[in-house]
């Protein structure tokens, strides 16, 4: 069965050119919550290199916070943050020779589409101005709003836990991350048979992203799994 993995990329978390070789999708930042223009070529230079998809991470600017804190939004608001921020990833994209495959909001602006009808409408009808598909949570408002509309991609994450709800768990609440590879493989095993998960994520600002990518890339070749991209 084939599988996507995926990874945050050029938020300045230090280890970008480690990770991009282990993984199958990039989520570039747009330079909002973190990440800047040269930082963002950078990022689109080393997915070419190492011939990996790209993906727009558009998220709220706050860098404070780096885009973690949820905000009040309107569809209007979320619309023009995303097409603000895909625009310019486009843009620099195009400079690269690098085409971007689809649309995942970052942090808060992601929890927030995945259940807030305006601001799943903001983000889905940014990503249908690109043509784009959009990446959200399986069973999710973000996943109905798109429906007939972009395409929706089924996201699991390998590293976070999960609500009854299929909902994160909040970072802020106590053990929110999953730190055995083997215990993430099987989460993600679970993921695919039940929620039809078709791209996995590692957070890139993990301080141990690159140790755990690798474990979780291995487990997942180990059990049969092709590595490849979604789009």
Known sequence: MDI???????????????????VTSA??????????????????????????????????????????????????QAFNLCVYQVGALVGLARAEGVRVRYVKPHGALYNQACR??????GVVQAAGLFALPVVGLPGSVLAEVAAGVVPFVPEGFA??????????VPRTEPDAFVHDPEEAVTQVERLIREKGVRTVCVHGDNPEAV??????????????FRLKPFA
Not at 4 to 22: F, K, R, S, T, Y
């Open 4 to 22: 996507d993995l995926n990874a945050d990329l050029g938020e300045g978390a230090g280890c970008d050119a480690e990770l991009m070789p282990l």
């Open 159 to 168: 590293d976070r836990r999960y609500r009854p709800d299929g909902s994160l």
């Open 116 to 121: 807030d009808d305006e601001v799943a409408d």
């Open 27 to 76: 989520n570039v930042c747009c330079g909002a919550h973190a990440g800047d223009p040269d930082t963002i070529r950078e990022t689109l230079r080393l997915a070419d290199r190492h011939c990996i998809a790209v993906g727009a991470h558009p998220g709220f600017a706050d860098r404070q916070h780096f885009g973690r804190r949820e905000q009040e939004a309107t569809w209007q």
């Open 211 to 224: 140790a755990f990518a690798k474990a979780v890339r291995a487990a997942l070749l180990a059990r049969g």
